[in-house]
């Protein structure tokens, strides 16, 4: 079969979810499946994948799944113990001091909160955090999620401690062989590695600047009663100032620092900054912005998680400082986790894995229940209790709440990511093809030739969308990018760069993360509402990118070790 009818038979799956996701505007609870059953037929009759390795995907997948729901359930189950504590009553009431405007709220709780908790955890906790922490502020479900799916963006190639980078890069490349191209030319690795790193955070500080603007204009659009770009608009000199106040100590920190601490870092020098401004109303506009009222909201703009300010009766009211201080916890034991080499080492010893399921190599999956993020929040949640003198009977109700929130996207991702691991896992067949994946990325740089750079970080995002992860397109799509930019004699270390910052942009519309943070606050069902609109930050996300990657290689000649070996 042509190479290019095989690519466009690739993309089947992909195109599927979008007509029914946002063309039909069908829930996801359908379209996933019917997407899942296709792509299954599509690997068994085209690709020749084994019976035997799409049944060990799909088990990995579902092992991937339960990994996920773990996340989600800890998310939920801190956000109602808060519910029931008095803790997020008093969270609402400290944002009065800082400002009632929704745009200045969603630029700190979102923006500079979510991108700190990316950092340090990465793999859609910001979401699922952020998203219903917003609904208790009073945004609406949707207009959260929104939101919530666009901090999945600048930080995301150093999230969870730089792993996209530190695993997805490194296991992507052939790193013996560039080492010891590297090594012949009296270099190395760790500085190619770094060099990466560097680009990473200057091409991400560069497009990510404007992003706290595009998400208050988008939230502003969409969810205010005058459906006006204008009224987002008026606060482009405070959205602008945070984020420079993210990006100049986020870039310092990935050119001299390297992968694991940019946005953590960014994070908390920008809020350091941020929130003390907003209070003194530095570059604030004369108007204040809020939703309609929500007696007002469509139907569709509704979650089925409500938090009502007297949920809490007869109990002695909590500080503001007292109900921020579980998801201070959250951050310090995150990080924690991921860099304390003893802590990680115990957290991680409890695992439940499978490797080369069914005999087919490379098929494993384990899960580890302390150290991903949904063990860590569990134990915020029991010191949430105990800091905030909780009755068993309101930690009860708290579970039962989450665990009925979380029935609805255990059902959605069942079918999501084991169609994930059949794309991902199709390259071995007994017609020697190259995986889906990497044919779809083919058929994109066969079209373009020359100006390749331009659409690298839309291959990037394509392979985010496809596994919702950025660390697993860097893993299959780095090594690609790489013999791309040898081919047309240009920088490989810049080539991957593009790769890592698309893939980062390309989680904002990954179908899972999507319907992930959709779970959190009660909101499935609605996906294809919000992929529509964040699509277009993403399209921004990689048109900008692309141009930077186009103007500094074919332009400027941007450079590398390996082609100055060459």
Same mark, same amino acid.
């Given at each position: 079969m042509?190479?290019?009818?095989? +690519? ?11 007509v029914l996701?946002i063309?039909?505007?069908m829930?996801?609870?359908?379209a ?10 599509? $690997?068994?009759?085209?690709w ?6 799409v ?6 997948g ?5 990994a996920?729901?773990?996340?989600i359930f800890g ?8 519910k029931h504590?008095?803790?997020?009553? @008093?969270i609402?009431?400290g944002f009065?001091?800082?400002?009632p ?9 979102a ?25 208790a502020l009073?945004f609406p ?5 929104v ?5 999945q963006?600048t930080?995301v190639?150093?999230?969870?401690v730089?792993?996209?980078? #530190? ?11 560039i ?10 690795w760790?500085d190619?590695f770094?060099l ?5 955070a ?5 497009v990510?600047?404007l ?9 502003v659009?969409?969810f205010g ?6 009224e ?21 920190a990935?050119?001299l ?5 940019p ?10 900054? #941020? ?15 809020d939703?309609?009222p ?19 009766v007869?109990k002695?009211?909590?500080s503001t400082?007292?109900?921020? #201080?579980p998801?201070?916890?959250l ?5 924690a ?8 080492s +115990? ?8 490797t080369d ?21 569990l ?10 003198r ?10 039962g ?6 029935a609805g ?6 079918f999501?990511?084991p ?11 007994t ?6 994946p990497? @044919?779809m ?6 079209g ?6 331009l659409?690298?970080p @839309?291959?990037? @995002? ?10 697993v ?6 090594d ?9 004699g ?8 593009l790769? $890592?910052?698309?893939?980062a942009a390309?989680n ?21 509402e ?6 277009l930050p993403?399209?921004?996300?990689v048109?900008?990118?692309?141009l930077?990657g ?12 390996l082609?100055?070996?060459?």
């Amino acid at each position: 079969m042509h190479d290019s009818l095989l +690519a466009l038979l690739a993309f089947t799956p992909l195109l599927l979810a979008g007509v029914l996701l946002i063309g039909l505007r069908m829930a996801a609870r359908i379209a996933m499946p019917i997407v899942f059953a296709v792509t299954a037929v599509i $690997a068994l009759l085209v690709w020749d994948m084994t019976a035997t390795r799409v049944l060990a995907s799909t088990l990995q997948g579902l092992m991937l799944t339960v990994a996920i729901l773990w996340i989600i359930f800890g998310a939920i189950l801190l956000l109602n113990t808060l519910k029931h504590s008095g803790g997020i009553t @008093a969270i609402r009431n400290g944002f009065s001091g800082i400002s009632p405007d929704r745009r200045v709220q969603a630029i700190i709780v979102a923006w500079l909160f979510g991108c700190f908790i990316e950092g340090a955890s990465g793999f859609g906790t910001p979401a699922a955090v952020a998203a219903p922490l917003m609904v208790a502020l009073g945004f609406p479900a949707l207009a959260a999620v929104v939101v919530g799916m666009m901090i999945q963006s600048t930080p995301v190639s150093f999230g969870a401690v730089g792993t996209p980078i #530190v695993v997805g890069v490194s296991g992507g490349l052939d790193q013996g062989g560039i080492s010891a191209a590297l090594e012949a030319g009296g270099g190395g690795w760790l500085d190619y590695f770094h060099l990466i790193a560097g680009e990473v955070a200057v091409i991400h500080g560069i497009v990510g600047m404007l992003m706290p603007l595009i998400m208050v204009v988008i939230m502003v659009r969409f969810f205010g009663a005058n459906r006006s770009w204008k009224e987002g608009l008026s606060i482009t000199p405070f959205a602008l100032f945070a984020g420079i106040s993210f990006v100049v100590p986020y870039v310092l920190a990935g050119v001299l620092l390297g992968p694991e601490f940019p946005s953590m870092i960014g994070a908390m020098v920008g809020l350091a900054i #941020v929130v003390p401004a907003a209070r003194r109303g530095f570059l604030l506009p004369k108007d204040t912005w809020d939703f309609p009222p929500s007696s007002a909201w469509p139907d569709q703009w509704i979650g089925k998680l409500v938090i009502k300010t007297d949920d809490v009766v007869g109990k002695t009211p909590i500080s503001t400082f007292m109900g921020w #201080v579980p998801y201070v916890l959250l951050a310090v034991l995150l990080v924690a986790s991921r860099t304390i080499e003893p802590l990680k080492s +115990a957290l991680t010893s409890l695992a439940f894995g499978w490797t080369d399921i069914l005999g087919e190599a490379g098929v494993s999956g384990s899960i580890q229940p302390l150290y991903l993020p949904g063990g860590i929040l569990l134990a915020v949640v029991l010191l949430t209790a105990l800091l905030h003198r909780m009755r068993l009977s309101e930690l009860r109700a708290a579970f039962g709440e989450s665990t009925r929130t979380l029935a609805g996207a255990g059902f959605v991702l069942v079918f999501t990511i084991p169609m994930v691991r059949i794309l991902i896992n199709s390259g071995v067949n007994t017609s020697d093809l190259v995986s889906m994946p990497v @044919a779809m990325a083919s058929l994109v740089a066969d079209g373009v030739g020359g100006i390749y750079p331009l659409f690298a970080p @839309a291959v990037g @995002a394509l392979g985010a969308f496809i596994a919702g992860s950025n660390t697993v397109s860097n893993l299959m799509l780095s090594d690609f990018q790489f013999n791309i930019a040898q081919q047309l004699g240009v920088s490989t270390a810049f080539m991957v760069a593009l790769q $890592a910052v698309g893939a980062a942009a390309g989680n904002m519309i990954a179908i899972h993360n999507v319907v992930a943070a959709s779970a959190t606050v009660g909101l499935l069902g609605r996906e294809g509402e919000t992929i529509r609109k964040t699509l277009l930050p993403t399209i921004y996300y990689v048109l900008a990118a692309g141009l930077i990657g186009l103007i500094a290689i074919q332009l400027w000649g941007i450079s590398d070790p390996l082609l100055r070996i060459g």
